[in-house]
């Protein structure tokens, strides 16, 4: 699942791209600064950014600046000056949409875009013996396949992709199941469980952290 970051300080406009980009399949997060991005990016890896350019405090281009190529960047903004479209390529755009815009329009962008800038490397996560492929939607153990069913499947990626990260089950349904489906938290620990029993050597990599959630964890205790 492709991580985006959304940084806006107009919250409604998150909100709205939020809500479709999720729909779409995406792991979105939001900041409604250029400072809390910076916060959010230093606990979790993205594979792009929706990035306004005028924002109080620093601006869409002086982040870009900082970050310096280190990930795909789509500007948003209500300029559309042909002087601020090649400031903001030149700090590393890898396109630029004027405001107002369609959700369409955002949609296949971010597709273009990360068809463009998206790795083989990038796509595969993997702790010891244990691996996780997106491309194919495979998981491996030392190189035998172990099946699992869609659901399962993307929990596991979940978790793996922020390890020690504690999601609420709550927060797992909200980003794994579809929003017109009625999920409850037992079905969240049914799933879990039987992750755990077809991954055999590292069923300690799901843990519980009792009241809050699940997390993956790198190591037995």
């Known amino acids: 699942m492709k991580r985006i970051l959304i940084v806006d300080d107009e919250k409604d406009l998150c909100d709205i791209l939020s809500f479709n ?3 779409s399949g995406y792991d979105i997060t939001t900041a409604y600064s250029a400072e809390e991005a910076l916060e959010k990016m230093a606990d979790k890896t993205f594979h792009l950014l929706l990035l306004d350019v005028m924002m109080d405090g620093m601006s869409g281009f002086e982040l870009a600046q900082r970050l310096n190529h280190q990930v795909p960047i789509i500007f948003l903004t209500a300029k559309d000056a042909e002087d601020d479209m090649l400031k903001g390529f030149r700090l590393g755009a890898d396109d630029y949409i004027s405001k107002p815009f369609s959700v369409r329009e955002v949609q296949a962008r971010i597709k273009a875009v990360l068809a463009r800038t998206s790795s083989t490397e990038e796509d595969i996560l993997t702790y ?13 153990i030392d190189g ?4 699992l069913t869609r659901t399962e499947f993307e929990l596991l990626a979940l978790l793996m992709s922020e390890k020690g990260h504690i999601f609420s089950r709550e927060d797992m349904i909200e980003r794994i199941w579809p929003n017109d489906v009625v999920v ?14 077809k991954i055999g050597p590292y069923a300690y990599c799901l843990a519980t952290r ?3 959630g699940y997390y993956f964890k790198s190591s037995k205790e």
């Open 21 to 23: 980009l999720r729909a």
């Open 144 to 147: 035998n396949a172990v099946a």
């Open 210 to 212: 009792q009241g809050y």
């Open 184 to 197: 409850t938290n037992r079905t969240v620990d049914v799933n879990i469980t039987r992750i755990r029993k």
């Open 128 to 140: 010891k013996g244990l691996s996780v492929n997106y491309s194919n939607k495979s998981v491996t």
